[in-house]
């Protein structure tokens, strides 16, 4: 079991920047791809980026060149850092971790902090 604990969600101004941190109950780096997800009010949850296990990163289009995926071993924490924050990037957002292996596949998520970008 792996338990993922999200932070740093809060209320911005457009164009404000804030640093969303996962912390997971243990070392799954090595081994996990971490994602971050989101869910806006009536709408399905997507992915906004993921950083897997060798460090390769992947974004949403829409997020591009303004989050950045991150991880500090050390800490067992992965960090999602976003920058020109505009109201339609409000929203709870979640933290993933998952690996497939031969004998299943593992997913875990976190319980969510909410992001609201308003003036």
């Known amino acids: 079991q792996v338990q993922l604990v999200e932070s740093g969600g809060g209320l911005v101004q457009p164009g404000g920047s804030l640093r969303l941190s996962c912390a997971a109950s243990?070392?799954?780096?090595?081994?996990?791809?971490m994602g971050w997800y989101r869910q806006a009010p009536g709408k399905q949850r997507e992915l906004v980026a993921t950083?897997?296990?060798?460090?390769?990163?992947n974004y949403a289009e829409s997020v591009k060149g303004r989050f950045t995926i991150s991880r500090d071993n050390a800490k067992n924490t992965v960090y999602l850092q976003m920058n020109s924050l505009q109201p339609e990037d409000t929203a709870i957002y979640y933290c993933n971790a998952d690996r497939s292996t031969m004998s299943g596949q593992y997913d875990y998520w976190g319980q969510g902090t909410q992001v609201t970008v308003s003036s």
């Open positions: 950083l897997t296990s060798v460090g390769r990163t």
């Open positions: 243990r070392s799954i780096f090595s081994t996990y791809t």
